[in-house]
């Protein structure tokens, strides 16, 4: 799990290694975002190779998604993962997977039952790795200010623990 002691190493990582025409990563945004870990908001799990991270996933608890949510949980707190980068010279070799896999169970250890990502539409890479971690699609729509490339568009995914 990510200490607050990492988070300008993961900020580091993320900025150098998650830009891609389809990852929206606004800097300060991302910044605020990783500082969430210090109050204990935001949770990440991570990797590390010869004591350098080379990936991670962050995540929080949320109720953003709840027009998701199926009827019974309209009002129950979900969680939102909403960074996953690797290194590029592990890229291509699963952890990404793994990492999700990992967020996923950290989360459901907490008793959530309902966890949201998104990407661009058109994320292959991205796509694939939230297939794997047991991920289904629900949703796409267009999202103009996020998505200044491709289509345009967001895709929603959703893993359901019941």
């Known amino acids: 799990m990510a200490v607050p002691g990492d988070i300008e190493r993961l900020c580091s990582l993320i900025l150098?290694?998650?830009?891609?025409?389809?990852?929206?990563?606004?800097p300060d945004e991302v910044r605020a975002h990783l500082n969430g870990?210090?109050?204990?908001?935001?949770?990440?799990?991570?990797?590390?190779?010869?004591?350098?991270?080379?990936?991670?996933?962050?995540?929080?608890r949320s109720r953003h998604f709840?027009?998701?949510?199926?009827?019974?949980?309209?009002d129950s707190e979900h969680a939102y993962i909403?960074?996953?980068?690797?290194?590029?010279?592990?890229?291509?070799?699963?952890?990404?997977?793994?990492l999700l896999n990992q967020a996923v169970a950290g989360l459901v250890e907490q008793g959530i039952a309902d966890i949201y990502i998104d990407r661009h539409e058109e994320n292959?890479?991205?796509?694939?790795?939230m297939r794997k971690a047991g991920f289904v699609a629900i949703d796409t729509y267009t999202d103009l200010q996020r998505r200044p490339n491709g289509s345009r568009?967001?895709?929603v995914c959703c893993f359901r623990v019941a």
Do not use: K
Not at 38 to 55: N, P
Not at 124 to 129: D, I, L, V
């Open 16 to 26: 150098e290694h998650g830009p891609n025409p389809w990852n929206h990563l606004p």
């Open 37 to 60: 870990i210090a109050d204990g908001g935001v949770q990440a799990v991570l990797a590390e190779r010869d004591g350098e991270i080379v990936g991670f996933v962050s995540y929080q």
């Open 66 to 74: 709840a027009r998701y949510q199926p009827p019974t949980r309209r």
């Open 82 to 98: 909403c960074e996953a980068v690797t290194h590029r010279a592990v890229a291509g070799q699963g952890l990404g997977s793994r």
């Open 124 to 129: 292959a890479a991205s796509a694939g790795m």
């Open 153 to 155: 568009r967001t895709t």
